[in-house]
């Protein structure tokens, strides 16, 4: 543990699988909130210009078709992160490159709007952070997201979100109004209450503490909220999962949802690697159960399973996870949000204030 590199989740850069895109590095300074550790490995900032940034999955298992990532990569750390191995596609390492070579898609705010304007474009929920956090550290800076949530208030398209930093109560201007239109839901996702776990494996992020008080102070701004209580990994927070939504569910949520880990790809050794620095008592029994979850294998991509794991194990934090959601969000529900509000190219109705 003495060359441990503080702030970061990986300790190293695995293998590339394959390369296709190689970037220059710009000159950029890194750009840190106050909250988070300053990493011993810096950050470099890499601006894009992409020709579209809706993304479609037609995946029969996650709740979204259409998503924005203003953002590939991410500085929060989080040595579990399914989106690590996307990081290969540009010619980086899913290891320290996926936290500290951050790609920035500039263009991303003129790419909304003038997919809101197209005549062929046809009104739907978008979910932001599909793949990496639209609120990690360098929104501070850029402000995509911010841009695109007003755009999205401006022509009256829903949004969903997903964040785990308290940077989203920046925005609350715009995601009132949008709330009072049935325009957005918030989930905060929180994986574990208890803090040198969280240091150690979501680095820069913010603590369970202020994510709760995040929740809160959405709740209260009439914005509705959930928890995302994943991934739940066995043998390190599976045991949280009923105060985690209790917490919750006193802090204004309306709905629990969660994923099982899994280690496709360059993430298996990576993941492999922190566990064994980590928790060296526990590593084996750790992958054992992971493996169990996934048919024997850390690497699970088959639809249907692959969110929620198989056999025993698995069914056993369903359950634990259902009858807390029982127990303390029976009489909640998330929204439906609406898409008949939209207005083509922007335009004001009669009797709009906004």
């Known amino acids: 543990m003495g060359d441990y590199k503080k702030g970061r989740g990986a300790q190293f850069n695995s293998d590339n699988s394959f ?5 220059k590095l710009d000159n950029l300074s890194a750009s840190y909130d106050d909250d988070f550790p ?31 990532n203003p953002y590939q990569g991410c500085e929060h750390g989080c040595i579990y992160c ?7 596609y540009w010619g980086f390492s899913a290891g320290l490159d996926f936290e500290s070579k951050i790609m920035v898609k500039k263009n991303a705010p003129d790419l909304l709007e003038k997919q809101f304007q197209s005549r062929s474009y046809k ?9 990496t956090d639209c609120y990690q550290p360098a929104e501070r800076t850029y402000q995509l997201t911010r841009r ?13 979100i997903i964040t785990k930093n ?34 150690l494996m979501e680095p820069r992020t913010v603590t369970a503490t202020q994510r709760f008080k995040t929740m809160q102070a959405l709740h209260q701004a009439g914005v509705p909220v959930g928890v995302m209580t994943a991934p739940i990994i066995p043998s390190l927070n599976d045991h949280e999962i009923p105060k985690l939504i209790e917490q919750a569910a006193s802090r204004g949520a309306c709905w629990a949802a969660y994923t099982l880990v899994r280690l496709n790809g ?8 922190w566990l064994n620095q980590s928790f060296p008592d526990r590593a084996e029994r750790v992958l054992n159960q992971i493996a169990d979850c996934h048919g024997g294998q850390l690497n699970d991509s088959r639809f249907k399973t692959r969110m929620s794991g198989e ?3 698995a069914q056993q934090i369903a359950q634990l996870h259902r009858i807390s959601c029982q127990k303390y969000l029976s009489d909640r529900q998330p929204p439906s949000l609406t898409t008949e509000l939209f207005r083509p190219a922007g335009q004001l109705g009669l009797f709009d204030y906004v």
């Open 19 to 23: 390369s296709k895109h190689h970037y």
């Open 38 to 68: 300053e990493p011993t490995v810096k950050t470099k900032f890499l601006l894009e210009t992409p020709k579209q940034i809706i993304s479609r999955s037609n995946s029969p298992d996650i709740g979204f078709s259409a998503s924005i």
């Open 82 to 88: 399914y989106a690590r191995p996307t990081h290969e």
């Open 123 to 131: 009104p739907e929920v978008i979910h932001f952070s599909g793949n």
């Open 148 to 160: 695109m949530l007003s755009l999205c208030l401006h022509y009256r398209n829903p949004v969903s």
């Open 166 to 199: 308290a940077l989203i109560l920046r925005d609350l201007d715009i995601l009132k109004p949008m709330a009072a239109l049935n325009l957005v839901s918030v989930a905060i996702s929180i994986t574990t209450l208890t803090e040198s776990l969280r240091l």
């Open 266 to 273: 360059a993430l298996g050794p990576l993941f492999t690697d």
């Open 311 to 313: 056999g025993k194990y």
